[in-house]
């Protein structure tokens, strides 16, 4: 059974930076994708960015439209954990944040594509 931790959640004025980990724990974790959603009051989760098993590097990553260029998502496969580097916050980008685990082979941006869910950690950009 895999389990899932955030943290590293905050509040933050626009501009600001904030960077999100996940520990994760459990066998299988290294053969899953590991992902982050986020989720406003009343609206679906959102795809933020994934990065594929077996490798840490940005080449593996993938990350939506709406944050690239502002987020990168990393992953320490020997510390099961995945980060999420926040630049250049927007009000826009406050939510919960959650992380994921699932396989490989499944739409990375379908939340229905993961089977494990953290509990979530908020994040709010206000001035």
């Known amino acids: 059974q895999v389990q899932l931790v955030e943290s590293g959640g905050g509040s933050v004025q626009p501009g600001d930076s904030l960077r999100l980990s996940c520990q994760g724990s459990g066998n299988g974790l290294s053969v899953l994708s590991m992902a982050w959603f986020r989720q406003t009051p009343g609206k679906e989760r959102e795809f933020v960015a994934r990065v594929r098993p077996g490798s840490s590097t940005t080449n593996y990553a993938i990350h939506a439209a709406s944050v690239k260029g502002r987020f990168t998502v990393s992953r320490d496969n020997a510390q099961n954990t995945l980060h999420l580097q926040m630049n250049s916050l927007k009000a826009e980008d406050t939510a919960a944040y959650y992380c994921?685990?699932?396989?490989?082979?499944?739409?990375?941006?379908?939340?229905?594509?993961?089977?494990?869910w953290g509990q979530g950690t908020q994040v709010t950009v206000s001035s």
């Open positions: 994921a685990a699932g396989s490989a082979g499944k739409p990375h941006d379908l939340s229905t594509s993961y089977d494990y």
